[in-house]
Nanobody, 120 residues
Framework: QVQLVESGGGLVQAGGSLRLSCAVS????????MGWFRQAPGKEREFVAG????????YYADSVKGRFTISRDNAKNTVYLQMNSLRPEDTAVYYC?????????????WGQGAQVTISS
């Protein structure tokens, strides 16, 4: 398994931007699909975005398409989530995820989470 550590969360106003980072250690980063999930208070954890081993395939939840961009730097063992045009409903704890298949098919490792709060 790999170890995941998120950073970059915070408080921003609606319409603003944030970039989350997830540093990965423990195994060969490029062997894993990576992704981001989020969990709002009182709600189940939901998929946000995923990216394939070398970044050739990216996929998003409908709620974030056109606003969020996932990317990875295999040389730095890091995956990013650039979040633009943020809305109050994007408020949640964001979790980095790693999978040997695709993150929507099952997650092998989770990060500890990063709080993102959007004020209206």
């Amino acid at each position: 398994q790999v170890q995941l550590v998120e950073s970059g969360g915070g408080l921003v106003q609606a319409g603003g931007s944030l970039r989350l980072s997830c540093a990965v250690s423990g195994r060969t980063f490029s062997n894993y699909h990576m992704g981001w999930f989020r969990q709002a208070p009182g709600k189940e954890r939901e998929f946000v975005a995923g990216i394939s081993w070398i970044g050739g395939s990216r996929y998003y939840a409908d709620s974030v398409k056109g606003r969020f961009t996932i990317s990875r730097d295999n040389a730095k063992n890091t995956v990013y989530l650039q979040m633009n045009s943020l809305r109050p409903e994007d408020t949640a704890v964001y979790y980095c995820a790693a999978s040997k298949k695709t993150v929507v098919g099952g997650v092998d490792s989770w990060g500890q989470g990063a709080q993102v709060t959007i004020s209206s």
